[in-house]
């Protein structure tokens, strides 16, 4: 196994941005990803590494944006090394498997979440009210498959927490068309990929994605249906007892939530054991999702 890489410099190339786990380049005509094997939770980036994290995140990424390009273009370009720019050559080992070289767009500042299920943040909102995204349900239960998918847009932080807001309100952040165009992509997206999914023993609870334009065309852009975007449930398991176990960052969330820190000051290492497994959880859904 190759060393796990927490940060990254590519010589005489320019940074455009670090994310909690993505390392971003600027290839004047495009930008090049790079998935780190950094792991964020509450807002924070964990000081402990999962290895081979930004390999899975990477590669389900580049499965997702192929099989979905009917649906909405994207700006997946290629992973393929040999295809890209002569002044990268010399990082192959580095870049090989954990990197993307994309269209550059205008980022769209909203997170646009989909929930099949209630769980998280929508778990926590219809505690309080009984609504989610401000339509009431009646007699949910944590993990409660929702009658139909609901889109639930949030403002994007890049420093602090995402705000949940209503459809509504992300109309007066884009354009109504816009809105639109981006939620019923949304929605369809996620049917596909859920039905995808349940066939190979997953269940997509929820999942978020980005998108920008180029010109003034909207493209999905960022990541897709990985197990940093998304919440991946057993499908075994919640069938039989109705069991959330999570292939998926879930996993760490709870671990952090059974600690005593105060998710107010720097997180705490994580120990061996929730490294390996939360490595496997990521495995497992890599290996489910792209089996042919």
């Not at 943040?121 to 401000?134: F, L, M, Q």
Request: proline fraction near 5%; glycine fraction near 6%; hydrophobic fraction near 35%.
């Amino acid at each position: 196994m190759n060393n796990p890489i927490g940060s990254l410099e590519l010589p005489g190339v320019k940074k455009f941005k670090s994310g909690k786990v993505r390392e971003v380049f600027d290839l004047k005509e495009n930008f090049l990803i790079v998935a780190t094997d950094r792991i964020s939770a509450f807002d924070y980036v964990l000081p402990t590494l999962i290895p081979g994290k930004g390999e899975v995140l990477n590669k389900i990424s580049v499965f997702w944006f192929k099989k979905t390009k009917s649906i909405i273009e994207n700006h997946f370009i290629t992973d393929n090394i040999k295809e890209y720019p002569e002044n990268l050559k010399e990082s192959k080992e580095i870049l090989n498997g954990r990197s993307m070289l994309v269209k550059k767009a205008r980022p769209i500042e909203i997170e646009c979440v989909v929930r099949g299920y209630i769980m998280g943040s929508a778990w926590e909102d219809y505690k309080k009210t009984g609504e989610v995204a401000g339509i009431k349900f009646k007699n949910l239960q944590k993990g409660d498959r929702l009658p139909e998918p609901v889109f639930t847009p949030a403002t994007k932080s890049h420093t602090g927490h995402d705000e949940n807001i209503s459809f509504e309100q992300m109309k007066g952040i884009v354009h109504d068309r816009d809105a639109e165009f981006i939620r019923q992509k949304s929605i369809e997206l996620y049917n596909f990929a859920h039905n995808y999914a349940l066939e190979r023993g997953i269940i997509l609870a929820d999942t978020k994605f980005e998108f920008g334009k180029i010109d003034n065309k909207i493209i999905l852009i960022d990541e897709i249906f990985t197990p940093d975007s998304s919440r991946f449930l057993d499908r075994t398991q919640y069938e039989k007892e109705k069991k959330l176990v999570s292939f998926d960052k879930q996993f760490v969330r709870d671990y952090l939530l059974s600690t005593d820190w105060d998710r107010n000051s720097p997180p705490p290492e994580l120990p061996r054991e929730i490294v390996e497994k939360t490595r496997a959880r990521y495995h497992e859904a890599l290996e489910r999702l792209t089996r042919p």
